[in-house]
C-alpha cells in the first residue's frame, strides 16, 4: 500500500512540473505570440522545403542506381549469351570430332573384317 501511495505523488509532481514548466516558459519567452507564431511558421517552412530538396535528391539518386542496375544486368545478360555460344560452338566441334573419330574407327574395323 504504501508503494501505490509514492506513485500517486510521483504523477502529480510529474503533473506539477509540467505546469510549472509550462508557465515559466510563457512568461520568460523572449518574444510575444505573435513573433513565436511567426518564427515557428518560417522554421516549418524552411523545414518543408529542406524535405522537398532531399526528397528530390533521393528520387535523383534512386533513378540513377536503377539505371546502373539495368546497365549491370544488360552486361550481364550480353556476356552470358557470349558464354552460351562459346559453350555451343566447342560442343559443335566436339560432336563433329567424336563422329570423325567414330568413322574412323568403324572404317578401321571395317577394313580389318
Given at each position: ?31 510575444s505570440g505573435q513573433e ?78
Amino acid at each position: 500500500m504504501a508503494n501505490d501511495h509514492r506513485g500517486g505523488e510521483l504523477l502529480t509532481g510529474v503533473l506539477v512540473g509540467i505546469g510549472v514548466g509550462a508557465a515559466a516558459a510563457l512568461l520568460f519567452a523572449p518574444q510575444s505570440g505573435q513573433e513565436t507564431r511567426e518564427v515557428i511558421r518560417e522554421r516549418g517552412l524552411e523545414i518543408k522545403s529542406r524535405a522537398a530538396d532531399v526528397g528530390e535528391e533521393s528520387r535523383k539518386r534512386a533513378e540513377d542506381l536503377g539505371d546502373q542496375a539495368r546497365n549491370r544486368v544488360e552486361q550481364a545478360q550480353a556476356r552470358g549469351r557470349l558464354v552460351i555460344e562459346e559453350q555451343r560452338t566447342r560442343l559443335q566441334k566436339a560432336i563433329a570430332q567424336g563422329k570423325e573419330t567414330y568413322e574412323k574407327k568403324r572404317d578401321g574395323l571395317s577394313a580389318r573384317l
